[in-house]
């Protein structure tokens, strides 16, 4: 494994972007970086800016406002960076299903890389996906 | 040749970058320790700079490339340069060279230059934002910086070489003894902070209020450049004190435990500091800057006249 990946593995700054979810599935991702969960840990840092971000944490439901908005943050992160989708909303639209205002789903939109269903997600696992994100990312390489 | 080693291995550039990884890991860790966490790994620091040298340059189409990309560079060797100076004059004698002390307060300033510089090259509001309040907290911060390192230039009776200054501490006893020296040692540690925009005066940058601020255009190479001169600094700038009120640090035999603790306890009162203190305005923080702090500074240079 390079260098380069082993450091990105180590040190995993994650923007946090919301399209559309019902704000509970963004509320258990601030408690990972609390100090019962101290994501820290791990290198795991929330930044402000999806340019110093080497993951998007996406939530939500893609409604047809967010689509172009999160190509563009997707695009403006450097990468190499991956695309985590949090919570059921974000896999398949949950209790939203049949919507007028959300034709696609995340992965439609983004090249999702790992998906942790639940609504919401408990902390617990969205660190246990993440980690299962990290195995992923050294086995390829 | 002597120089070029001097100002790229020891103890320019590599020393002062890994002591500043080193500074920024006990800096982070003391946070979370503060915050009852576990905290980051020891190297962590290392990795997020390797993780941002591999990662793609992102450059705004708007903003001047040339500026943008440059002026972090001029931060990170104004650094260096502050760094090599300040080492030299404490571990050999007879090294610095007349006015290095003044030398040493302006390119301390530098590195703030080079990022408002920056932010405003890259075109983006919010940078501008944190660009326009962090030339203000230079200028707050600037004033009583400057009275108070005057007062043990007026102590040693005027000297303004670095050699001197310790010399002057070695025969008459450390800056800190005195009344004038606390004092000003106060004002020192609190503009320290402004000058490292640690909290409560990380009003440039306020994660939670404007993203990073000047730095929100940055990715890759030029943000690890960045993050490198902010971890040298809170190397640096500590070091500095320990110079100028704690007589230098010095390494034969046992005093080199005693240097090391010196640093330290000044960068753990600045993290803690850092972590027990709410956010300032930043009309607040120049009131605060010109108001309080600059007249215990003016008092601690009218008690160093008077000799105390
Ligand atoms: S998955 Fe559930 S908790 Fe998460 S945004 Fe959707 S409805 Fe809300």
Redesign the interface.
Known sequence: MG???K??T??LWVYHLSTGSCNNCDIEILDCLT?RF?L??F?IVL???P??A?ALLVTGNMTIKSMERAKEVYE?M???GVVIAIGTCALNHGVFSGSYVMPKTVDEVLPVDIYIPGCPPKPEGIIAGVAKLLALVKEKA | MEHVFNYLIFPGFLFTAFAGILASWID?KVT?RV???????F??PL??I??L??????IPRACSRFTFLLSPVFGLAAVTAVSTIVWKTMLWQNRGFAGDLIVVVYLLMIPSIALIVGGFASKNPIASLGASREMKLMLADELPFLIAVMVPVVQSNGAIKLDQLIAYQHTHGMVVGSISGVLALIVVIITTQAKLTLVPFDIPEA??EI??GL??????TP?AIIKLTRMMMLFTLPMFLVLLFWGGVSFQGWSILWSILKYVFFLVLIVLIRNTNPRLRIDQAVKFLWGPVTFIGIAAVVLALMGK
């Open positions: 260098i380069k990946l450091a990105l180590k040190s100090p101290d820290e840990r290198g930044v402000g800016s340019r110093h080497d403006q450097p990468k190499p | 982070r979370a915050q009852w966490r576990v905290g980051p790994p190297l962590q990795y997020d390797v993780k040298l591999g990662k793609e340059t992102v994660e939670t993203m990073g730095e929100v255009e940055y990715s890759g943000l």
